[in-house]
């Protein structure tokens, strides 16, 4: 194997186990590759399939299960129309609602997975907003491993309903995720079961770093100048810096900059309030906040965002929950993609950015679009019982009138 765990701290190398402390002193595992021994160019990617794991030699699973799910490589889309609209040239959007539970968290769940496998877990769990749940639920019903999820009360229908029909263990928690999260933390000290955001987070993390690969496999191997990304408990961020930086490292593009912008809804933003007040470490007792996938008071990475933010001169912003719904209207009707508020949020970040002046008209931004609109209905609940109050007569002349030209 080329890989082992690394402190994020003390630097201190471990093997690959199922672990995410340093023993030393209580920093963050990840995992490490040795790049002299990593067989990984341009050439080895002829002739695989477009999916997540046409990386393999980067991501830290001794091989894929036969048929396995087809995530990742979701299209990145030059946006004409909405790019106009804000000002923006060069503006592309990463759709990852396209992926089979309709979020990236398919990327990480699927490696976390897989390691559960590896390792011998006979069950694997998780605390999650929502789209961790469905994704952990779907992958191991798909390869015949018994699953937990333990969700907030508060989470949107689609998402208990993914995890309950992919046939989980759903345990509806009254408790926000910070709660949660600090249950699982204590249910993997037994070692009986596989959690993915907490014994496995070292592996289940490097899942997502493989959007950072795809958007530079889709930019013909360049970089872009910025990257726009939502931010819950800071993971994926800190995993597209990670991931910018190996292929750095491996030579596959040039060594520029890349700005990496971290956007959180204004109810809920310890990274973007810690950031902006010079502060290193980000915990928020209360959430609230239309983008409930986002909602995480004392996010696990803040820290390690905080710190990639400022190392690639990049930025955290906050956005309103009016600013979030008019971005997913927005993305809808001038893109056709339809976001949950989480996947939306970087729409409005740019919007915003663009109208500050912060962003130039030249410059070449990508947003990451990471969850489904069909995860999130509520937000249209209303709309829809305004117009099932008054249904429409089933006669020509009136359809006809109703018509909008
Ligand atoms: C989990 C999630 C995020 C943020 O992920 P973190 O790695 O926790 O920062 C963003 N968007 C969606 C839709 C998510 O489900
Ligand atoms: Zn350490």
Redo the contacts with the bound molecule.
Sequence with gaps: MNFKLQCRECKAIYEPEPKFVCERCLGPLEVVYDFKEVKFSVDVLKGRKKNMWRYSEVIPVRSVPEQFMDIGFTPLYKSSRLGKLIGLKEFYIKNDTLNPTG???DRPASVAIIKSLEFGFKAVGTSS?G??AAAVAALSSRVGLSSFVLVPSNTELSKVAQAIAYGSNVLLVNGNYDELNFLTLQLAESGLYGLANVNLRPYYAEG?KTLAYEIVEQLDWSLPDKIII????????YMIWKGLNELKELDLVENKDVALIGVQPQGCSPIVSAYKNGQNNPIISDCKTVAK??A?GNPADGRYAIKVIRDSKGLAVDVTDEEIVNAMKLLAKYEGIFA?P??AITIAALIKLVNNGIIKSDEQVICLV??SGFKALEIFEEDVRRLRANPIEANLQVIESQIIR
């Design positions: 979020s990236f968290k907003t789209n961790l997502s939502p931010m819950a408990s800071g993971a994926l961020l996938s986002l995480i949950e989480a996947g990471t969850g």
